[in-house]
């Protein structure tokens, strides 16, 4: 991992967004407020290892739905 002094931001061109995140983060947020967990740290692990083990499952349909 490189040292953090070496990443260091100077300017907003130098931040790149994946496409993906901001749908990623409202999701996230919406299911936090309807929940109101008392433990956000918990619930955020929970909650995106849930997506992780759910784009697994659909990455592993489409393997097989391409044979």
Do not use: T, W
């Amino acid at each position: 991992m490189a040292d953090v002094r070496e990443q260091r931001i100077y300017c907003a061109e130098q931040i790149v967004v994946p496409p993906e995140l901001p749908v990623i983060l409202k999701h996230y947020a919406k299911e936090v407020i309807r929940n109101k967990p008392g433990d956000i740290v918990d619930f955020s692990a929970k909650y995106f290892r849930s997506l992780l083990e759910k784009r697994a499952k659909e990455h592993e349909f489409s393997e097989i739905v391409k044979q």
